[in-house]
């Protein structure tokens, strides 16, 4: 590492090769500089990893992590990796790696210098960030960026009809192993790191949740820490004006629980595009995420592999109204079959008395201990009723790629409209029922709730007929 010295100017000259045009960033022990390769006359960028009095042996390991992610990946909107090697010299000790110079300008540079953004082009940039990220998450190990937000997605080419190109770059906090019970170092930007990541912990959808950050900041023109929060939610809805389709798909991006949030790039560009199709019904009725409501004791369990819905049997006088229409419909079927079959009726007229207590015994426990089940994951979709480990399916089970339509209907009692919400796969119907005579049933505004938490999993509209 030298200097060389022309009349007033003088130009720092790296290796004897790279020659410094300017500095482009610089926090503790790590400087970021734009040179030209003296060999091919190229600009590329060093990154300068120095053992000063800041180095922290977490920065080296982040630091070779970057250049082996790097290195191992090819994607033309991400820096090339070029070389890596040690430092030793007088003036210098410590490490560098030199990638390709990308020519563009960072969304946040844009925004400062007073650029703003279009839905439809906010859209188009999410598009391909979620290309690039689908790239990254899909490699094995899966590449996680940890650090997305506006000064790391840079753009450029921008026409009339299109937003540019766009590029995504720094991979100075990149994890490439995620385990579930490791403790990771704990990196990213305020505003636009997950809170799981504050605990170290990093998904694919961490990165998602960066990404909602950095859209939101393009339509608000705010940092999303500088913007109303509640539970962790980020409340942009009333700085920005986009479609309710689009505002809910942030919302999803952006939700502070890993569960309920987004899962992988794949699901949140599907996602994205149906939120310009179609409005899901919650978002027509309001403008708000449906959580689940006090007092339900519904359960819900999911993840990216499964949903689950659990529906407990009713409680209070309509379930004895039931449990009473059952056990006479039950008692009197019985009865009357045993009584026109004359070997019936001398072989099980003696137990007649006690086959009732058994009826009654088995209705009073499904009305108690039962619970009818929805189960829902790649493969599959079931419905079940199930008293202790004894499981009864409803309906035969349907393959998961059967599902079609997600409908909410109302079913008529009585000349009585009840609100039903039906999930169809093929011509098979998976019901969830409203109704106080109904042993297995839900409110209304349960239905609701499990109406959007279905449609998100699924990535289906809830149709409304």
């Known amino acids: 590492m030298t200097s060389q010295n022309s009349g007033n100017s003088a130009k720092e000259i790296l290796l004897e090769r790279y020659e410094v045009q300017q500095q482009l960033g610089k926090k503790a022990g790590r400087r970021t500089l734009l040179t030209r390769d003296l060999q091919t006359q190229e600009l590329v960028v060093i990154k300068l990893l120095s053992f000063d009095d800041d180095f922290q042996w977490d920065d080296l390991k982040l630091f070779e992590r970057e250049a082996e992610t790097l290195k191992a990946i090819s ?3 991400i ?10 010299t007088p003036e210098y000790k410590g490490f560098a790696l030199i990638q390709s110079y990308i020519p563009a300008e960072s969304l946040e540079t844009q925004i400062k210098a007073g650029r703003s953004f279009s839905e439809s082009e906010v859209r188009e940039l999410a598009k391909a960030i979620l290309n690039i990220l689908t790239y990254l998450h899909n490699r094995q190990p899966p590449v996680i960026h940890r650090d997305i937000k506006p000064s790391n997605i840079l753009l450029t080419n921008r026409s009339g009809n299109s937003v540019g190109d766009v590029y995504l770059v ?73 479609s309710p389709g689009f505002s809910n798909w942030l919302r999803k991006m952006t939700e502070p629980m890993l569960s309920r949030r987004l899962g992988s790039a794949e699901k949140a560009l599907k996602s994205l595009t149906f939120s310009k199709k179609q409005i899901p019904i919650s978002v027509k009725s309001a403008n708000l995420y449906l959580g689940k409501p006090v007092g339900s004791k519904v359960i819900l369990n999911k993840d990216d592999d499964f949903i689950e819905i659990i529906i407990p049997p009713a409680r209070g006088f309509p379930i004895v109204l039931i449990m009473l229409k059952w056990y006479f419909l039950a008692s009197i079927s019985l009865s009357f079959t045993i009584a026109i079959v004359p070997l019936l009726h001398m072989m099980f007229a003696p137990i007649i008395a006690p086959l009732n207590f058994l009826i009654l015994l088995l209705i009073i426990s499904i009305c108690l201990f039962g619970r009818k089940r929805i189960y829902i994951n790649k493969r599959q979709i079931s419905l079940s009723h199930e008293l202790f480990s004894i499981n009864r399916h409803q309906i035969r089970p349907s393959l998961r790629k059967n599902i079609i339509r997600l409908e909410r209907t109302n079913i008529y009692h009585n000349n009585e409209p009840r609100p039903c919400l039906i999930i169809w796969a093929g011509m098979l119907k998976y019901e969830i029922f409203t109704g106080r005579d109904k042993a297995f049933a839900v409110t209304t505004i349960e239905l609701d709730w499990l109406a959007e938490e279905l449609s998100n999993w699924l990535d289906l509209p809830v149709i409304r007929e």
């Open 75 to 77: 994607h033309p909107a």
């Open 79 to 88: 820096p090339h990796y070029l070389d890596y090697f040690e430092l030793d």
């Open 170 to 242: 720094d991979f100075g906090s990149v994890q490439t192993i995620v385990r579930s019970n490791s403790t990771m170092t704990v990196v990213g930007s305020y505003g636009y790191m997950p809170p799981e990541q504050f605990s170290g912990k990093a998904t694919p959808a961490s990165d998602l949740y960066g990404l909602g950050a950095t859209l939101i900041y393009l339509i608000t023109g705010q940092h999303p820490a500088d913007l109303p929060q509640e539970d962790l939610i980020i409340k942009f809805e009333q700085a920005a004006n986009v």
